[in-house]
T-cell receptor, first 119, second 116 residues
Framework: SAVISQKPSRDICQRGTSLTIQCQVD?????MFWYRQQPGQSLTLIAT?????????ESGFVIDKFPISRPNLTFSTLTVSNMSPEDSSIYLC????????????????FGPGTRLTVL | AQSVTQLDSHVSVSEGTPVLLRCNYS??????LFWYVQHPNKGLQLLLK??????LVKGINGFEAEFKKSETSFHLTKPSAHMSDAAEYFC??????????????FGKGTSLLVTP
């Protein structure tokens, strides 16, 4: 299984600022995914990030609010822009278990998450 | 879109007794289904997955789940609960109808409490 690390592990931010979250994987993977887990809620997919192309955002999420970078096959960043208290959540990145070949039915491995609190 | 419904938000069992966490799914396709566990302040861990092979799926830590198409269910069971099983459990379905085609749709979770 892939080993995934995220930085920072947690942060407390002021309203109106932005935070960039980093996700590092110990192997090359085709797709990386970013999820949000709001307090007491389940996980929701924000976007899917392919190396070398624009991220694909799910309904309810837009690039201006959650810009994503994917510069290489082991790294991605998610920025939470112009934050409000409603953005307080755990943000998790994940990768498909199959690595370089991704199928829609693959399970995903998840990073430890970044706990964000916006005041 | 594919979705799952976890029928119980909280389940409490005594140590050594059986565990049953219920999940129903909705899918236009033959679904891929998963159970993940999230221990307090820890990351998500895959327990088991179903991808149209055997309908009875065995996972880690003694858990198993049975895919029942006629009942659209994928309930998670364990014969004997251990204190370390206390955690949040998520039933998950892959959603080929998502914008990317690779979304995992999570249920709302079931919190399992194990009492001595």
């Amino acid at each position: 299984s892939a080993v995934i690390s995220q930085k920072p592990s947690r942060d407390i931010c002021q309203r109106g600022t932005s935070l960039t979250i980093q996700c590092q994987v110990d192997s090359q993977v085709t797709m990386m995914f970013w999820y949000r887990q709001q307090p007491g809620q389940s996980l929701t997919l924000i976007a899917t990030a392919n190396q070398g192309s624009e991220a694909t955002y799910e309904s309810g999420f837009v690039i201006d609010k959650f810009p994503i970078s994917r510069p290489n096959l082991t790294f991605s960043t998610l920025t939470v822009s112009n934050m409000s208290p409603e953005d307080s959540s755990i943000y998790l990145c994940s990768v498909a278990a199959s690595g370089r070949v991704t199928y829609s039915y693959n399970e995903q491995f998840f990073g430890p998450g970044t706990r964000l609190t916006v005041l | 879109a594919q979705s799952v419904t976890q029928l119980d938000s909280h389940v409490s069992v005594s140590e050594g007794t059986p565990v049953l966490l219920r999940c129903n799914y909705s899918s236009s396709y033959s679904p891929s289904l998963f159970w993940y566990v999230q221990h307090p302040n820890k990351g998500l861990q895959l327990l088991l997955k179903y991808t149209s092979a055997a309908t009875l799926v065995k996972g880690i830590n003694g858990f198993e789940a049975e895919f029942k198409k006629s009942e659209t269910s994928f309930h998670l069971t364990k014969p004997s609960a251990h204190m370390s099983d206390a955690a949040e459990y998520f039933c998950v379905v892959s959603d080929r109808d998502s914008n990317s085609g690779y979304a995992l749709n999570f249920g709302k979770g079931t919190s399992l409490l194990v009492t001595p």
